[in-house]
């Protein structure tokens, strides 16, 4: 076989041209983008399905959508944010930076790479289907406790549990890439402890994912045997028990929370120390926060499940080790705000989204911590308290994070710097009527109104209509910042390789032309 | 561009505090109700105490975050310090924080001990959570109902005006005795669903197959309103739960009343019934019990739930219609009716579906009565 090197012409390593440049390629930036573009889309359409549900609760009353439909609307919502939208785009930045920080020239499996992005489409493309078929799509919750989503579920969760099980198909295939790309081909020199910290948060993550995605397979496969072969696991006329679905569902679930905010993390440690020209404060402490964060997320889940009438002993050792999880997070909180002491600070738009991160993250972690206190939880549980609490993890959180890494590196993919004064805007629209959107619902969850609910009492009126009109224009303001994204790539100040003031130090992807080479590092670096 | 730029500063610290006070009061509508038992006011200073134990916090890490961003911003010349540790402030705040949360865990221990008791109660009441309804059964006296919405489609369509208690009144209340220890055994009949009562702190999941313990007692009479939390279907957030607190008397009075009404059920089984007699019961029970699904003209939503109206089983086969309401369809939203009512209301509802819409011209005509209900369960006991 030696032919084919001699047959080889490094002149032609560019992409391939047309459509199969995208079907076919095995290269990381091109599997980035892939999924970059695929969570952006799905976005806009699990947010338009926001819009539907704040459209029905601006008032009281049904106007606009049935609660049969609503209720699908606030599953797939769910489902797609959570699979569609967030671990998509995270894979899609560890597919983009991880070579480049870690001195590689690409992934260390190309092709598992390609399978595990064209997977996520056909999951969605089925599970989107299911809308459109005569019964419906998937109406019981993202969290789809059973026996709602098994014998009283449409024929069409069928459909869900297949396209769930290829969606974890895909996380592992990708988490097994990942972890293999970090072991091996890391730049020499380059020590565990000196890896950048989105490569170590990936490293955890990819391990979490490993770990519970087969849980969640196990747990739709029962489902699956359940309605279709006559088991009983969740069914308690024939002697199951609708608990344990509770219980499996959750020991994937909780993990999964972390799943989607570590790499977050990551990210926002980055940016905060580019633009506070200071190393990040406790680099080794991030490492071990974020580390006894995914060890304690297995001892957590049955926090979601305090009234389904657990043992005394149960409910204290959940709400004891839930706390726990209080204290590396609190860490990563004081190391960040210790990066930005004594620095010198600038506030590009990256900034801005990583401080709004730092803030509006914390106070999502203290409702969580008031979440954590069982007695006050039997008030909290199941009203849109909880909703106001997801919400300010994953959205200021985990899609902060998510934007506020794209603006930090689209300068280095694209070698065009943002419009400065556009991504500013984008940001105080964003983070406005966020708040505007999320914070009320700490108070009508306080005053009683349970989530999940098409239609409310009178009290909640008045808040309710704020919230959805905050939704609205977060929702408009994110088209502003599609129009930001597709502006960058046409056109744009030149962007220099280290893109940002003193960011050469940082990492080894701005020692990279902007935009870098396609097979990022042919020459492996040297790191001191 | 500045001057907006100071109004949003502004606008970042106020908010926070604006909201807060709202919070602030205790009497608030925008904040965790008190609650009208010791354990619900535990509760209430509990979340109290944990929320301003956050706020303190909040309140520190963001001067100290805002502070240095303002202090140390590039355009007023801020040059970088180059540390990126120390050990001892790290294992400081490390320390700082566990002893906040043990301070947190000590109280909230305190009240979860309070609240979590699970010995007998005078009264004991079993709750059945159906799609979409609650039942109640007092235990000791053997009697029980139904708890249905009684806000008007209309209402909810927004054809006439709401009411004040739009979503959050029923048709008959759960009746409890004030000054009595109350325990509730809540468990599910199809999906799961949660009864919560956010001013007595009760909140527990009805799950089939099993039977959760909650215990509750009244100082004071008073009419109590709740809902339920775990989503159940299509109709989740319209079975509300109104507890009402009386006095001893009037309870004991209350529970009389059913007792007496429930023997007079039974002799009505026993009465022979005409077909009108039948209709107009029918008519009630399928408006409240059968409507959400098959829908007032019986047309049903297809293919989910299926039209009576021209249902073969309603018109031609009485004795698959009879077994259908007393086991219902396994494996489908179509519960078992048997077990929940009697057999005048059983025979009265299949009487109507057989004879009203078209399905009387069209159908074979017989009448279900009582007597053949009985006949039923007695050919099932065999
Ligand atoms: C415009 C932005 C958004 C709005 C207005 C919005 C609004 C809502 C609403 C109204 C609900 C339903 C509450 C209920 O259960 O009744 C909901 C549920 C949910 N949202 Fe969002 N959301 C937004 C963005 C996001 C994002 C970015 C994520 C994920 C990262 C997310 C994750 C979820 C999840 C996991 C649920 C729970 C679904 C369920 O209960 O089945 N949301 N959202
Ligand atoms: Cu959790
Ligand atoms: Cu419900």
Redesign the interface.
């Known amino acids: 076989m030696s032919t084919v090197v001699e047959s080889h012409d490094h002149g032609h390593h560019g992409p391939a041209k047309g459509l199969s440049r995208w079907l076919f390629t095995t290269n990381h930036k091109d599997i980035g983008t892939l999924y970059l573009w695929f969570s952006f889309i799905m976005l806009f359409i699990g947010g338009a399905m926001a819009m539907v549900i704040r459209a029905e609760l601006f008032q009281p009353g049904l106007q606009i959508v049935q609660p049969e439909f609503f209720n699908q609307m606030t599953t797939n919502h769910g489902l797609i944010m959570v699979f569609g939208v967030i671990m998509p785009a995270f894979v899609g930045l560890a597919n983009w930076m991880l070579p480049m920080q870690i001195g590689a020239p690409d992934m260390a499996l190309p092709r598992l790479n390609n399978l595990s992005f064209w997977l996520l489409p056909m999951a969605f493309g089925i599970l989107i289907s299911t809308l459109f078929m005569p019964e419906g799509g998937p109406n019981f919750g993202w969290t789809f406790y059973a026996p709602l989503s098994t014998t009283y579920a449409p024929s069409t969760v069928n459909f869900f549990i297949f396209s769930v099980h290829v969606m974890g198909v895909s996380s592992i295939l990708g988490s097994i890439n990942i972890i293999t790309t970090i072991f091996n081909m890391r730049a020499p020199g380059m020590t565990l402890m000196k890896m950048p910290l989105f490569v170590w948060s990936w490293l955890i993550t990819a391990y979490l994912l490993i770990a519970v995605m087969p849980v969640l397979a196990g747990v739709v496969t029962m489902m699956l045997m359940d309605i279709n072969f006559g088991t009983s696991f969740f069914n308690a006329a024939g002697g199951g028990d609708p608990v344990l679905f509770q219980h499996v569902f959750w020991f994937f679930g909780h993990p999964e929370v972390y799943i989607m905010i570590l790499p977050a993390f990551g990210i926002v440690s980055h940016i905060i120390e580019t633009f506070s020209r200071k190393p990040i404060f406790g680099y080794s402490s991030m490492v071990y926060a974020m580390a006894s964060i995914a060890i304690l997320s297995f001892v957590v889940w049955a926090h979601h499940m305090f009234t389904v009438g657990m043992p005394l002993a149960g409910e204290l050792f959940f709400m004891y080790s839930t706390m726990l999880i209080a204290i590396p997070t609190g860490v990563k909180v004081f190391n960040w705000v210790a990066t930005m002491f004594r620095g010198s600070i600038t506030f590009e738009t990256p900034m801005l989204f990583s401080i709004a991160f730092v803030a509006l993250f914390t106070i999502g972690g203290f409702s969580g911590l008031m979440l954590a206190i069982v007695p006050a939880d039997f008030q909290y549980h199941d009203t849109y308290f909880v909703v106001a609490h997801f919400h300010y993890v994953l959205v200021p959180g985990a899609l902060f994070g998510i934007i506020a890494g794209a603006y930090y590196w689209l300068p280095k993919w694209t070698g065009n710097m943002y419009d400065e004064t556009l991504g500013k805007l984008h940001f105080w629209l964003t983070f406005i009527s966020v708040n505007v959107t999320f914070f009320p619902m700490h108070f009508v969850g306080l005053a009683g109104m349970p989530r999940r609910y098409p239609d409310y009492a009178l009290q909640f009126a008045d808040f309710n209509a704020l919230i959805s009109v905050g939704a609205f224009m977060f929702g408009l303001t994110q088209l502003l910042f599609l129009f930001i994204v597709i502006k960058t790539i046409r056109s744009g100040k030149q962007a220099k390789p280290e893109v940002w003031e003193g960011a050469g130090d940082l990492g080894l992807e701005w020692t990279l032309s902007s935009p870098p080479p396609y097979h990022s590092f042919t020459v492996q670096p040297q790191v001191k | 561009m500045a001057y907006i730029k100071k109004v ?1 500063t502004k ?1 970042i610290f106020v ?1 926070p505090v604006l ?1 807060s006070s ?2 602030f009061s205790e009497s608030s ?5 008190v609650g009208v038992t010791e ?1 619900s006011e ?2 209430f200073e ?2 109290m105490v ?2 301003w134990i ?1 706020v303190v ?2 309140i520190i ?2 001067s ?2 805002f502070w ?2 303002w202090k ?4 007023k010349g ?9 050990f001892w ?2 294992i400081g ?2 320390v700082a ?2 002893l906040v ?1 043990v301070w ?2 000590v109280p ?2 305190q ?6 008791d699970d010995a007998e109660g005078e009264i004991n009441i079993l709750i059945t959570g159906h ?1 979409w309804k609650w039942h109640y059964e007092y235990l000791e006296d053997e009697v029980g109902f139904f708890s249905n919405l009684s806000t008007s489609q209309e ?4 054809e006439v005006p ?1 009411g ?5 009144e029923v048709d008959e209340p759960l009746v409890i005795p004030t000054n009595t220890r109350v325990r509730f055994l809540i468990t599910g009949n ?3 669903h ?1 009864w ?1 009562v ?1 001013d007595f ?5 009805a ?4 039977i ?2 909650a215990w509750t007692n009244v100082p004071e009479p008073g009419i109590f309103r ?13 079975m509300p739960v109104v507890v009402r607190a009386v006095e001893r008397e009037e309870f004991d009075a209350f529970i009389a009343e059913k007792v007496a009404l429930a023997e007079e059920e039974r002799l009505l089984t026993s009465k022979v019934w005409t077909k009108e007699e039948l209709m107009a019961r029918g008519e009630g029970f399928y408006a409240t019990n059968c409507a959400a699904c098959h829908q007032a003209g019986g047309q049903g939503i297809p ?2 739930f299926p039209a009576l109206v021209g249902s073969q089983i309603a018109l031609s086969d009485s004795a698959r219609h009879i077994e259908i309401l007393m086991e219902g369809v ?4 179509m519960a078992a009716f048997g077990d929940s009512y009697s057999e005048v209301d059983i025979a009265s509802v299949i009487t109507y579906t057989r004879q009203a819409w078209s399905n009387g011209e069209n159908g074979d005509g017989v009448i279900v009565t009582p007597q053949d209900i009985v006949a039923y369960k007695n050919r099932i006991d065999l």
């Open positions: 949003f606008l908010m909201f709202l919070v509508d925008y904040n965790m109700p354990v535990s509760i509990l979340h944990i929320f956050c916090i909040g890490v963001f100290i975050m240095s961003l140390y911003r590039k355009s801020a040059v970088a310090a180059d540390f990126d540790d120390n402030l790290e705040w490390t924080a566990t949360l947190m865990a909230s221990t009240v979860m001990v309070e609240a979590y799609q209402q909810i369509d927004g709401k004040e208690f739009y979503l959050r199809d999906v799961i949660s919560w956010p702190a009760v909140k527990q999941d799950i089939p197959g099993f959760n313990t709740g809902a339920c939390t775990e989503l159940c279907g299509i109709k989740h957030a319209f293919p989910v396994q494996g489908s939203a």
